[in-house]
């Protein structure tokens, strides 16, 4: 299990070191697939994880939105290299396409069953999402004990 989070800083060469807590869960592969996150990060996630969610997805329904997205998430991932130093290059299109730019501070966090990278003020949005959905669950649910009490 992935977890925590972490501020890093983008080389010259487009690699982020990897936090040794969360490299740890990839020991047996230097081979990652990374991909394109649906709330502007990208996704670190290890090859047969990958490939188990994308039979769970294909797997989901015989829907044509459900054959889309399985396709989505063939075509724009691809494979990179954990180096001996824990880092792993991050492509130009994809750091491009999420905002973040060489020598930029990212966060690596971990999310469960993968890691994602992120440039920090989407993550501090996103974080800020994630509470109020919370509060409003928690305020939800105290209502609804009050109602049945």
């Given at each position: 299990m992935f977890l925590g989070s972490?501020?890093?800083?983008?080389?010259?060469?487009?690699?982020?070191?990897?936090?040794?807590?969360?490299?740890?869960?990839?020991a047996n592969s230097d081979t990652l697939i990374i991909s394109p996150g649906l709330q502007g990060q990208l996704a670190l996630t290890h090859p047969?994880?990958?490939?188990?969610?994308?039979?769970?997805?294909?797997?989901?329904?015989?829907?044509?939105?459900?054959?889309?997205?399985?396709?989505?998430?063939?075509?724009?991932?691809?494979?990179?290299?954990?180096?001996?130093?824990?880092?792993?290059?991050?492509?130009?299109?994809?750091?491009?396409?999420?905002?973040?730019?060489?020598?930029?501070?990212v966060v690596v966090a971990g999310a469960h069953t993968h890691v994602e990278v992120w440039n920090p003020q989407a993550f501090e949005t996103e974080r800020a999402k994630a509470l109020a959905d919370i509060e409003r669950q928690v305020e939800r649910e105290e209502r609804e004990e009050e109602i049945g009490s």
């Amino acid at each position: 299990m992935f977890l925590g989070s972490f501020l890093h800083t983008i080389d010259d060469k487009g690699r982020v070191v990897l936090p040794s807590t969360l490299r740890t869960h990839f020991a047996n592969s230097d081979t990652l697939i990374i991909s394109p996150g649906l709330q502007g990060q990208l996704a670190l996630t290890h090859p047969d994880e990958y490939a188990g969610l994308l039979h769970r997805e294909a797997a989901q329904s015989m829907k044509l939105s459900t054959a889309r997205r399985v396709r989505f998430l063939s075509y724009e991932a691809t494979t990179v290299k954990l180096d001996k130093a824990g880092r792993v290059l991050l492509p130009e299109k994809m750091r491009e396409s999420v905002g973040i730019a060489l020598g930029s501070e990212v966060v690596v966090a971990g999310a469960h069953t993968h890691v994602e990278v992120w440039n920090p003020q989407a993550f501090e949005t996103e974080r800020a999402k994630a509470l109020a959905d919370i509060e409003r669950q928690v305020e939800r649910e105290e209502r609804e004990e009050e109602i049945g009490s």
